[in-house]
């Protein structure tokens, strides 16, 4: 119980009024995820995402995650996007007992489907090595793909599958998520 009070309230500090800032939420059968992302001049640095989220399962684990992210479209008029950052991951998992925090670099590829309606499939992924990996695991990795479609200039649905998985010190690999997830992004 204590760990839902200590991600809701993580979550809940990330929510302050101001422009521009997106609520992304996928609900899967074992699973749901809802994260907070804004503009980094929040922090004091302007041009790149503030991410912080909140993951939890049938199973009591529940994953804090904060990040930091920048994208762009590379020179010409191209449907490609592509995005690097870094994320902090705090997990907190029920079984077996054991807690884990890491940082990790990675990024996201981006592909605008060129239609009257707009679509995007994009392919993310974020690594953690051993070194920056501490508590129960040795190293961390976290890879999603999603298919969105936009509803209103505010609003997207989206369709997607997440693999994270934490090699644990004792134990083996631990699946914190292996789902297909149907969700929302809302821009407000």
């Not at 800032?21 to 995402?49: C, H, N, P, V, W």
């Not at 010409?76 to 592509?82: I, K, W």
Request: aromatic content about 14%.
């Amino acid at each position: 119980m204590y760990k839902r009070v200590l991600a809701m309230a993580f979550l809940a500090g990330a929510v302050t009024p101001a422009a521009a800032d997106t609520l992304d939420a996928y609900l899967s059968e074992e699973t749901a995820q809802f994260t907070y992302l804004t503009g980094s001049e929040r922090i004091g640095f302007g041009g790149a995402d503030l991410s912080m989220g909140l993951f939890f399962d049938d199973e009591d684990d529940v994953m804090l995650s904060t990040g930091l992210s920048v994208a762009g479209v590379p020179a010409g008029e191209r449907p490609l996007t592509f995005g690097v950052g870094a994320k902090a991951y705090f997990g907190f998992l029920d079984e077996p007992d054991r807690d884990f925090q890491s940082i990790g670099l990675g990024g996201e590829v981006r592909y605008t489907i060129p239609a009257n309606t707009p679509m995007y499939v994009s392919v993310s992924a974020h690594y953690a090595p051993k070194v920056t990996t501490f508590g129960d695991a040795d190293d961390f990795y976290d890879l999603g793909l999603r298919y969105e479609l936009e509803v209103t200039p505010g609003a997207r649905g989206f369709i997607g599958y997440r693999l994270m998985e934490a090699d644990l010190e004792r134990g083996g690999d631990f699946e914190v998520d292996d789902n297909i997830h149907f969700g929302i992004r809302l821009d407000f």
